[in-house]
């Protein structure tokens, strides 16, 4: 007997797995909140140099405050003022409407900046000056943490393997916690980075655990189901954000206030270890603890009368090799290894999401609408996806489904100093690229499980 036999006795797809599901809405919310929180934490406010220290004591201190940056800040050619540049001395000429730019030298603001506080009272960015030539310190904040994701994905994938779901869920739990907690205490942006780096390790345990962790507990045909019905924990979690960003307009706050949920999940802790591990790795006594509970909550425990700790190691025996996977393993047989390498392209659809996502401003709207209107969109494509997936083959729609950030997606909107077109084009070509490749990807629509008995997160 597989074990996908025996879920499906039990009810693959009942009170047991829903509740799985529920309970870990609290922990998963806060994915979205910290994966698109550069948006509001590292949002760049209207800004111009302070000239203040061109006020040397004549003409310029009894200007009022338009007369002021009319005479001491540069103009583009769109009219606004100059947000990098001002003029090395007051240029008075242009209060009576003349254009003359003789002497007209300017320079980088030597005196710091003044932001438009409107809309974020404070930001990564109005904190640390990471405007202008520095710019690029402010992208480098999300991708230090797209990183961390990347470090953090098959980190916690081969400890889940090795120590179980369950308490390496857990784990991920206070990590997360603890590191966003510090990294909104931070009295320096080199802290702030690193505290970062380490926050995206520890969510990323969240996001591919809690995945594995539904996935091995819900039957064959509910499979594809499972993973979308556990994506629209996204859509809350934006939709969650844009209310926290908008009543929460400082960045130390803001972190702390999306952290929040995760407390909460730790406090109600309660999860069941995957009975799939735990067959697999030959503990039959507690996977069959687990499978009587789900059987007992489903209504199925006539099924019990068949499932023993004996059936359970018989399952093992015959199902999984005595054998320790390792990362070479993804490229040891041509078969795997084409499906790790069109996985992984496809996967960089990612690169085109989080691109676009953390550059709302870029849209010309309020930043709350904006994100607002992306998660509704987004949960519009995810109902669509459930009833397309029933029906067409899952490898229609793999980049619907991607959430692993790409690190560098951040760091491509420098490149419109280039071209200002030359992000979209990229954005773009990748995103067709990765659904060209999904064809190429094998079948897996109402198919079995492999069973492995080490690194089935990894794999």
Not at 370 to 392: G, V
């Amino acid at each position: 007997m597989k074990f996908d036999n025996i879920l499906s006795e039990i009810n693959g797809f009942g009170k047991f797995q829903i509740k799985l599901v529920l309970i870990q809405i609290l922990s998963r919310i806060t994915l979205p909140c910290h994966f698109l929180l550069n948006n509001f934490m590292a949002a760049v406010p209207s800004h111009h140099c302070d000239i203040s220290a061109l006020d040397n004591g004549d003409l310029f201190g009894n200007l009022t405050l338009d007369q002021k940056l009319a005479v001491g800040i540069p103009a583009e050619q769109d009219g606004t003022l100059s947000s990098c540049q001002m003029f090395s001395v007051p240029q008075y000429q242009y209060l009576s409407g003349s254009n003359s730019s003789e002497d007209a030298f300017t320079v980088q603001c030597w005196n710091g900046w003044v932001y438009d506080n409107s809309t974020f009272k404070s930001t990564v960015a109005t904190e640390w000056d990471l405007v202008c030539s520095r710019k690029g310190m402010n992208k480098a904040t999300a991708t230090v943490f797209f990183i961390g994701v990347m470090v953090g994905a098959p980190l916690f994938g081969f400890l889940s393997d090795k120590f179980g779901r369950r308490p390496l869920l857990l784990v991920s739990y206070l990590s997360s916690t603890i590191f966003a907690v510090l990294s909104a205490f931070s009295p320096s942006y080199v802290m702030f980075v690193i505290m970062r780096f380490f926050t995206g390790i520890s969510l990323a345990g969240i996001s591919i655990i809690s995945l594995v962790l539904n996935v091995e507990w819900f039957g064959v045909e509910h499979r594809t189901f499972s993973g979308i019905i556990i994506s629209l924990d996204w859509t809350v979690g934006t939709w969650t954000l844009v209310g926290i960003a908008y009543c929460v307009n400082e960045w130390r706050m803001l972190i702390l206030a999306v952290t929040s949920p995760l407390i909460l999940a730790i406090i109600a802790w309660w999860l069941p270890e995957s009975a799939r591990w735990l067959t697999a790795n030959g503990n039959a006594e507690a996977a069959h603890y687990y499978i009587k509970k789900c059987a007992e909550m489903n209504n199925r425990t006539e099924c019990m009368t068949d499932i023993t700790t004996k059936t359970l190691l018989e399952c093992a025996e015959t199902q999984t090799k005595d054998k320790n996977y390792t990362v070479v393993d993804l490229f040891r047989t041509p078969k795997i290894r084409k499906l790790t390498v069109f996985s992984g392209i496809v996967y960089g659809v990612a690169f085109t999401y989080f691109g676009i996502s953390l550059n709302i401003t870029g849209f010309g709207l309020n930043p709350y609408l904006t994100q607002f209107i992306f998660a509704s969109i987004e949960i519009t494509s995810d109902n669509a996806l459930d009833q397309i997936s029933e029906h067409l083959s899952d490898k229609w729609v793999i980049p619907f489904l991607a959430r692993l950030g790409v690190s560098i997606s951040p760091l491509i909107m420098l490149l419109e100093d280039v071209w200002h077109l030359l992000p979209a084009v990229t954005y773009c070509a990748v995103a067709i690229g990765s659904g060209l490749v999904a064809s190429l990807l094998p079948e897996t629509l109402n198919t079995q499980l492999p069973e492995y008995s080490k690194q089935l997160t990894t794999c």
